[in-house]
């Protein structure tokens, strides 16, 4: 299956900053989401890009698929963005796995 | 829309003993996935079903794991017996379909002793 690296492993903001979050993959995917988990354990979508580009909010999403990477926009971070931040993969023709990287965990302070 | 639901939130229990975690997919959706997460590392996919068939169970350790999802909608997954290692949480999640986007439940934290 995918192979999913994420950069940094972590990151700490002062509130208000923005930050760019880096996921590279082994293979050409065909299925590509980002996700917020919270402070709590609760993992939450925050975007399904198999390519292109999408925004919701404060946050934003970039896959260049012929290149194997894909990038998350924090703009104006705030407190509540604090968590680990996890990109996951697949490729259809490897296998129906959805495989995650190790996450970069976030720190937002005031 | 009711989410991935999951029980007990927190389980601990001896070494060699059993326990087992239930799911409900949200409705309607064909796909389930059991992860298995441990401190400071992403989920690892355990296994993942297609209605009721199996379609990944590759990194399932199947001397002490298995699963089912009778009928195609709530799932099971039983540890026995359990190990040490196998403290994690176990994270259950459903998608409409097998490359759809993921909706992952609260998690049902496991403590062996």
């Known amino acids: 299956g995918i192979q999913v690296e994420q950069s940094p492993p972590d990151l700490i903001l002062q509130e208000g900053a923005n930050s760019t979050l880096r996921c590279n993959f082994s293979?050409?995917?065909?299925?590509l989401q980002w996700f917020h988990q919270n402070p709590w354990g609760q993992l939450i979508n925050l975007f399904y890009i198999p390519s292109g580009t999408k925004q919701n909010g404060r946050l934003s999403a970039t896959t260049v698929a012929t290149e194997r990477y894909s990038l998350l926009y924090i703009s104006s971070s705030q407190t509540t963005d604090s968590g680990v931040y996890f990109c996951a993969g697949q490729n259809s023709n490897s296998g129906y796995a959805l495989n995650f990287g190790k996450g970069t965990s976030l720190l937002v302070t005031p | 829309e009711a989410g991935v639901a999951q029980s007990p939130r927190y389980k601990i229990i001896e070494k060699r003993q059993s326990v087992a975690f239930w799911c409900n997919p949200i409705s309607g959706h064909a796909t389930l996935y059991w992860y298995q997460q441990i401190l400071g590392q992403g989920p690892k996919l355990l296994i993942q079903f297609q209605n009721n068939g199996v379609v990944d169970d590759s990194q399932l350790p199947k001397d002490r794991f298995s699963a089912e999802r009778l009928k195609g909608v709530d799932s099971t997954l039983k540890i026995q017996p359990a190990k040490l290692e196998d403290s994690a949480v176990y994270l259950c999640a459903s998608s409409q379909r097998h490359t759809g986007e993921l909706f992952f439940g609260e998690g049902s934290r496991l403590t062996v002793l």
């Open positions: 293979d050409s995917v065909n299925n």
